[in-house]
């Protein structure tokens, strides 16, 4: 598209109110809570289906989204 990705990183913020990793995150954590309501996939199953590699780093920052661990969070919207 013929920008820097700083140009990019800007107007993205600008137009969405979030920058792109943000946004990107905030998808990664919407599908996650939708595979622990609709699965019975585990922490790391959820974890690298949503594209994070490491499941510590992503029970953290799931935690620091929803408020709750994603264990947590399946026990409180089991199916």
């Not at 309501?37 to 499941?55: C, K, M, Y």
């Amino acid at each position: 598209i013929h920008l820097s990705v700083d140009r990019f990183s800007h107007l993205f913020s600008e137009t969405m109110g979030v920058s792109p990793h943000r946004y990107i995150l905030d998808l990664k954590i919407k599908k996650a809570k939708q595979l622990f309501r609709q699965t019975d996939l585990n922490v790391r199953e959820v974890a690298e289906f949503v594209g994070i590699s490491d499941p510590l780093y992503f029970s953290r920052l799931f935690k620091k989204q929803a408020g709750v661990t994603p264990t947590d969070y399946r026990n409180e919207n089991n199916r």
